[in-house]
T-cell receptor, first 113, second 114 residues
C-alpha cells in the first residue's frame, strides 16, 4: 500500500535558521505529492504541491522537489520565522485511489525569536 | 479552491452520548472525506462519502459507530455514536480539488469526551 514517512519531530529552530523536513514515500501508482501545514488551533491547508518528477513546489519561501529516483519530497526554507511555527504534514495522492490521500505523521516546528 | 465550514467547532460530551458534526462546502463536489486526528497524531481516514450512495469505510471504522449522511453535493454529516474518551479527537471534513488531487480541509471539530 501507499505510505509516507516523515522526519520525526519536534524540531526547534531559531529565527532565520535553515529548515529541512525530510519526507519519503512509497506508492502503488504515480503519486502527486503535497505538503500541508496546520497552524495552532486550525485545520490543514495546502502549503505546496508537485505532480510529476522533478517538479518543484514553492510557496511562502518554502520549497520541495519531487525526486522520483529517491522517492523523496523534502521540505526546505532558507530562513524561518516565528510565524512558521506549526505542524507540517507530507502527503501523497494517487489518481487510482479514489481521491484518498495518505499522510505522514506530521512534524511539529517551533521557531524561537 | 473550496471553502469548507464545520459545526460545531468544538464540543465536550459525556460518555455514551452521540454527536453529529456538519460539513458544508461552498461548491458541489463528488466526494467528501472524513478524517480523525487524535492528539499529537496524523490524520486517519474514517470514510469517503458519495452523494446518493452509502459511505465507504476504512479498515477499523464501522457504520454503526460513525454513521454518515450525504444528502446533496455540498453537505455531509458524521455522527460519533456511543462515545467514549477514546473518541476524543479532532474530526476533519475534506474535499478533493478538481485537479491535481489536492485536498481542502474544514477547520475541524475538536471533540472531548469525558
Amino acid at each position: 500500500g501507499d505510505s509516507v514517512t516523515q522526519m520525526e519531530g519536534p524540531v526547534t529552530l531559531s529565527e532565520e535558521a535553515f529548515l529541512t523536513i525530510n519526507c519519503t514515500y512509497t506508492a502503488t501508482g504515480y503519486p502527486s505529492l503535497f505538503w500541508y501545514v496546520q497552524y495552532p488551533g486550525e485545520g490543514l491547508q495546502l502549503l505546496l504541491k508537485a505532480t510529476k518528477a522533478d517538479d518543484k513546489g514553492s510557496n511562502k519561501g518554502f520549497e520541495a522537489t519531487y525526486r522520483k529516483e529517491t522517492t523523496s519530497f523534502h521540505l526546505e526554507k532558507g530562513s524561518v520565522q516565528v510565524s512558521d511555527s506549526a505542524v507540517y504534514f507530507c502527503a501523497l495522492s494517487v489518481n487510482t485511489n479514489a481521491g484518498k490521500s495518505t499522510f505522514g505523521d506530521g512534524t511539529t516546528l517551533t521557531v524561537k525569536p | 479552491s473550496a471553502v469548507i465550514s464545520q459545526k460545531p467547532s468544538r464540543d465536550i460530551c459525556q460518555r455514551g452520548t452521540s454527536l453529529t458534526i456538519q460539513c458544508q462546502v461552498d461548491s458541489q463536489v463528488t466526494m467528501m472525506f472524513w478524517y480523525r486526528q487524535q492528539p499529537g497524531q496524523s490524520l486517519t481516514l474514517i470514510a469517503t462519502a458519495n452523494q446518493g450512495s452509502e459511505a465507504t469505510y476504512e479498515s477499523g471504522f464501522v457504520i454503526d459507530k460513525f454513521p454518515i449522511s450525504r444528502p446533496n453535493l455540498t453537505f455531509s454529516t458524521l455522527t460519533v455514536s456511543n462515545m467514549s474518551p477514546e473518541d476524543s479527537s479532532i474530526y476533519l471534513c475534506s474535499v478533493e480539488a478538481a485537479t491535481d488531487n489536492e485536498q481542502f480541509f474544514g477547520p475541524g471539530t475538536r471533540l472531548t469526551v469525558l
